[in-house]
């Protein structure tokens, strides 16, 4: 069973659309992460890309019975995180780890939280989401975006 996202927040967990950057910071995660909450708060594009994300992403697997596997949400911002930093799994697993914002955007409340990922798990997890499913999403933003402006 893997669900899009858990819209359930636990105590201490800070809401996606509430997680706040510092406009000083020039670092390239920051900007990345900013563009996933946007692509999060709006409700729309947020469908459109769990969408095609449930298509993708292991289509075969029962998505209501079985074991629960990393949601959609996780899957799609650690592949984003890496393709755009261009990063290998080594510090993307640091990142995931330990980068406060990311954990933040993955859904992991600062305080208690010890959830802790393997290099393997994101391996596993990451592959599953593919090149043309990545070209796929960037459409559907783009139309959605497009679609926006036209409003």
């Not at 993307?92 to 980068?99: D, G, I, Q, R, S």
């Not at 939280?113 to 960037?138: G, M």
Request: overall charge negative; proline content about 3%.
């Amino acid at each position: 069973m893997r669900k899009a996202y858990d819209s359930q927040y636990d105590l201490w967990e800070l809401p996606i659309a509430d997680i706040e950057f510092d406009p000083k910071d020039r670092d390239d995660i920051p900007t990345v992460l900013m563009g996933l909450q946007a692509l999060y708060v709006d409700a729309k594009i947020r469908e459109k890309i769990f969408e095609i994300l449930e298509r993708y992403v292991r289509p075969e697997v029962d998505h209501l019975h079985g074991r629960p596997g990393m949601d959609l949400w996780r899957i799609f911002v650690l592949a984003v995180v890496m393709t755009t930093l261009n990063c290998d799994i080594d510090r993307l697993t640091n990142l995931a780890n330990h980068h406060r914002t990311l954990r933040q955007m993955l859904g992991h409340a600062d305080f208690s939280d010890r959830t802790r990922y393997q290099r393997q798990t994101l391996i596993d997890h990451i592959s599953l989401l593919t090149e043309e499913a990545l070209l796929e999403i960037n459409e559907a933003v783009v139309e959605c975006t497009n679609a926006h402006m036209r409003d």
